[in-house]
């Protein structure tokens, strides 16, 4: 890797965290398509780099998050009870079963696009009633089936659910630290399942340590720069940036 590479991927961690920390979402939804066609990095060893740059970056934002008293609840608890078993079962179907970066990206949209969708409609009619909120063991399924999907993706799982329980109306103060809190802690989880797997099975499975590493650096600092920005930020307003941003990432892979 040349120092362009790794330049680029440090700009790009920085920039990407700044819009994505106040949602909730992680930078490694944005990132992952900047990995794979601008810093050339192979399928699906771009996954565990996703997921190496998560553990870098996600302190940043939590610090930030912890020191407002946003961090502790039982929804962070509740969603890492189903993420973190549903991450390990995502790397594995990630490595076996679709280590081709079409189906790959065809999961992405399909899973991405109705949900944000979903988000810009009910953000442009405030006047739209929140849906009742849902109950735990429903919130823990969603989790399980989240973070599998958040395995195979490389992003943890908790920027899938945010999208989804934003829609059911849970506010995005308490949303966004769970969120990524959750992204944390089954990124590290998922990085070193694929760290075994890199071990017994052939290809290109192991993280690009050090273009990981340097895109998690400017995520650290972009992630407590865009937690700061949150409070000043309108619910609504946050709630359509969310919307707009899974809706992209959905048509961009789409293409």
């Given amino acids: 890797m040349d120092w362009q590479t790794g330049l680029a991927g440090f700009a790009a961690g920085l920039l990407i965290s700044v819009v994505t920390a106040p949602v909730g979402v992680s930078g490694a939804v944005f990132l992952l398509p900047v990995q794979l066609s ?3 990095v192979p399928s ?19 610090l930030r998050y912890r020191r407002a008293g946003q961090l502790a609840g039982p929804l962070t608890r509740l969603l890492l009870a189903g993420t973190v078993p549903g991450v390990i079962a995502g790397a594995c179907v990630r490595v076996f079963a679709i280590p081709g970066p079409q189906v790959f990206r065809l999961v992405v949209a399909v899973v991405l696009l109705p949900l944000g969708l979903w988000l810009i409609v009910r953000a442009a009619r405030p ?7 849902l109950p735990r063991r429903t919130i823990l399924g969603l989790g399980l089936a989240v973070g599998t999907v958040g395995g195979i993706y490389g992003i ?12 059911r109306g849970i506010a995005m103060t308490g949303l966004a630290p769970a969120a990524l809190a959750c992204t944390f802690v089954t990124s590290i989880v998922g990085a070193a399942t694929y760290g075994v797997l890199a071990l017994t099975t052939p290809g290109d499975i192991a993280p690009e340590w050090t273009l990981g590493l340097l895109c998690g650096a400017g995520g650290l600092i ?7 920005l949150q409070p000043r930020v309108p619910e609504r307003a946050l709630r359509l940036l969310l919307g707009v941003l899974a809706t992209a990432l959905a048509v961009l892979y789409l293409q």
Avoid: E, W
């Fill in 156 to 167: 943890g799982g908790g920027s899938l659910l945010g999208p989804i329980l934003a829609g």
């Fill in 222 to 228: 972009g992630g407590y720069l865009g937690a700061r």
């Fill in 127 to 133: 006047g739209t009633r929140d849906r009742p909120p």
């Fill in 44 to 62: 699906p060893a771009v996954t565990p780099t996703n997921l190496l740059y998560n553990v870098v970056a996600g302190p940043g934002a939590l």
């Fill in 38 to 40: 601008l810093l050339q």
